[in-house]
Nanobody, 122 residues
Framework: DVQLQASGGGLVQTGGSLRLSCAAS????????IGWFRQAPGKEREGVSC????????HYADFVKGRFTISTDNTKKSAYLQMNGLILEDTAVYYC???????????????WGQGTQVTVSS
């Protein structure tokens, strides 16, 4: 059974940086997509970023482009989200996702990690 171990997050001031990590274990497939969604209080869950192991292609929501960078370590089925230039609106619970195939594919969010709180303060 696939399990996701998420880490990182915390409290940071506006303009600061944080790094999220997500490691998948138990997956029997090597072609996968891994990324993050987030949900702020009172708002709907939204996609943040995703990376496909097949070709390393990355995807970002417009509101994080130029500030967040996603990367992966295929040997560990892990991904990292470097978040720079954090703003108040980035405050949310961030959820790691993992699934077979490519970002945006049918199964790319089959598995979800526990949420990680990111709080940006002024």
């Amino acid at each position: 059974d696939v399990q996701l171990q998420a880490s990182g997050g915390g409290l940071v001031q506006t303009g600061g940086s944080l790094r999220l990590s997500c490691a998948a274990s138990g997956a029997t497939f090597d072609d996968y997509a891994i990324g993050w969604f987030r949900q702020a209080p009172g708002k709907e869950r939204e996609g943040v970023s995703c990376i496909s192991s097949r070709d390393g292609s990355t995807h970002y929501a417009d509101f994080v482009k130029g500030r967040f960078t996603i990367s992966t370590d295929n040997t560990k089925k892990s991904a990292y989200l470097q978040m720079n230039g954090l703003i108040l609106e980035d405050t949310a619970v961030y959820y790691c996702t993992f699934g077979a195939g490519i970002c945006g594919g049918r199964s790319y969010t089959d598995y979800w990690g526990q949420g990680t709180q990111v709080t940006v303060s002024s």
